[in-house]
């Protein structure tokens, strides 16, 4: 494929600590019940407020939460993040190939860009494509919709790159190929029935097949 689109949680970095140290700091602050960082795992990945939704049950705490949530993300754990060993090589050979990468994240951009900054990443992407803060594109499906008329982009040409079923399904409901990572948050059933091409286990076989 000429054109690759990758996740961001769970596909180039580890963003479990931030993210689940984030939701239990809004928790807090609501007076919720706050879970243990590993049982917030299922929320990394989806729409954030589509998981908060699932915690809080009412929008305008989603919409409290939020607030919450991004005070601390927005300072702290956006940096509290790990890239996955190997990545970088991947990226990096896929560039010299003569790919063109984007980002496709349901994270809102402005911190998509700030993380990928931060980590030296961005000199692989041509263009970070994520969701608004008022949740507009968090939707991988609406994403890459927008992704690919951006970038005009055949979708034929175009490989969707991530740990979710919501990657996959979002490929598959824009006419793109998609590859399930299984180093990440995903379920290997959940990836399995939303219909990948291919399952890699680890970054170097991703690079491999990628």
Known sequence: MTTIYFD?????????????RSIQHALERLGHPVPAAEELTWCLGPPLQQSLKTLLGTEALVQAALLHYRERFAEVGLFENEVY?????????????????????????????????????DKYFDRVF???????????????????????????????????????????????????VLYGYGSREGLLEAG????????????EHA
Request: charged content about 25%.
């Open 130 to 180: 994520g969701a608004e803060l008022d949740g507009t594109r968090a939707d991988k499906t609406d994403l890459l919709a927008y992704a690919l008329a951006q970038t005009r982009t055949d979708p034929a040409q175009a490989l969707m790159i991530g740990d979710r079923s919501h990657d996959i399904i979002g490929a598959r409901n824009n006419a793109m190929a998609a590859v399930g």
């Open 8 to 20: 961001l949680d769970g596909t180039l970095t580890d963003s479990r600590p931030g993210i689940a």
């Open 196 to 207: 990948p091409e291919r399952l890699c286990a680890t970054p170097q076989e991703l690079g």
């Open 85 to 121: 060993t190997g990545i970088e090589d991947v990226l990096a050979a896929l560039k010299a190939d003569g790919r063109r990468l984007f980002f496709a994240t349901s994270k809102p951009h402005v911190y998509a860009e700030r993380i990928i900054g931060h980590f030296g990443l």
